[in-house]
């Protein structure tokens, strides 16, 4: 019986980082010991049945590893929630029942999509793509929604494990839009935030993170956060309705079929009661589909150990699969900066003395570590 996974945001404090071996404490260890833990023979540790690629690495990403390409992780130096305390994500409970919550969250969404697009993949996702040609990973699991992997490495099979941003999903019909499209329409309906936008790109005030820095480049926020843009609050931001939904009716839950309005200029209208478009990511507090928490699951079921790059591991989705490899027998490998959420657990009956090969722990830079390990192992 399937038992959903809702992904829930971890706000706990976090550990310092544990570092083993003792060497993995500069960046010439840490490659040396993750170059060991890649090319060590299976663990006689491993629980589970005889199949699988026990002498190859899963690897688990998170934000983290896309620092380096421009964008923001969440609890790094310069991470959003580092940066700005009273953030808060929104939750699909309140995307999906509130139109306001929508407006906000498109308006937002609005500007900061330039920043993504133009974004692109960092020496360490093409570092992962040429280590799994050379035979030391099976397959990645990322918690990203960037699609920095699959542009980066599309041969190598990818779980995303929350969905991705480069199109939008309708509710009901569960048709894809591609996301440029939106963008698009999102500027058509709201002419004085697409001037907004151009200025902001002029300025380079989306190039940053820091609210304080992005002020004084011409981006300012009101207190509770949302975007001040002269004459559009974000009460006044539209957004389309699903097009296949304004075409064919969808069947809803009840089993009777929804209706799209819109207005003159095509605008999603509160009289619908379908046609809402979001992003294809997996929101706070929303259910993980069950095929992709399977694909996650054997992900890690046919490896012999498992790389963690980049994350906290601070949303449950993602620590319950490093918890499901340490319950294998798994060696596990962590290249994080900064703490991760019960990593002790992990690596507690770990001799402080191993070389890496069983086990690695360092906070460093990955898209420094791992095109140096790459190098190590050629």
Known sequence: MYKPLIR???????????????????????????????????SPRLRGLDHGHYDQAVFLTGAGISVASGLADYRGENGTYTQNKSYRPIYFNEFVDSHEARKRYWARSFLGWSSL?????????????????????????????????SQAHSHTPIV??????????????????????????????????????????????????????????????????????????????RYPACPTCLTTAPELRDGSRGHVETDQDGAWSTESNAGILKPNVVMFGESIPSK??????????????????????ATYSAWRLAKRAHERGMPIGILNLGGVRKEEAFFGDIDPLDSGMTAVRASQPAEIVLPAVLKHLQ
């Open 117 to 149: 697009h133009k974004a692109r993949p960092n020496a360490a996702h093409f570092a992962i793509g040429d280590l799994a040609k050379k035979g030391f990973i099976s397959s990645v699991i990322t918690q990203n929604v960037d699609s920095f992997h």
């Open 292 to 313: 992709v928490k399977i694909a996650a699951e054997e992900a890690i079921d046919a490896a012999g150990r498992i790389v963690i790059i980049g994350s906290s591991l």
């Open 160 to 237: 995303e494990l929350h969905g991705y941003l480069r199109a939008l999903v309708c509710i009901n019909c569960h048709q894809l839009m591609p996301r440029d499209q939106f963008q698009q329409a999102l500027a058509r309906l709201n002419p004085a935030w697409a001037t907004f936008l151009e200025e902001l790109l002029s300025t380079g005030a989306l190039d940053t993170e820091n609210p304080a820095e992005r002020r004084k480049k011409g981006y300012r926020t009101n207190p509770d956060g949302d975007a001040d843009v002269p004459g559009a609050p974000y009460t006044t931001f």
């Open 8 to 42: 829930i945001p971890y706000t706990g404090p976090l550990p310092p980082p544990l570092i083993l071996p003792k060497s993995a404490s500069t960046v010439a260890g840490a490659t040396s010991a993750l170059a060991q833990f890649l090319s060590a023979p299976p």
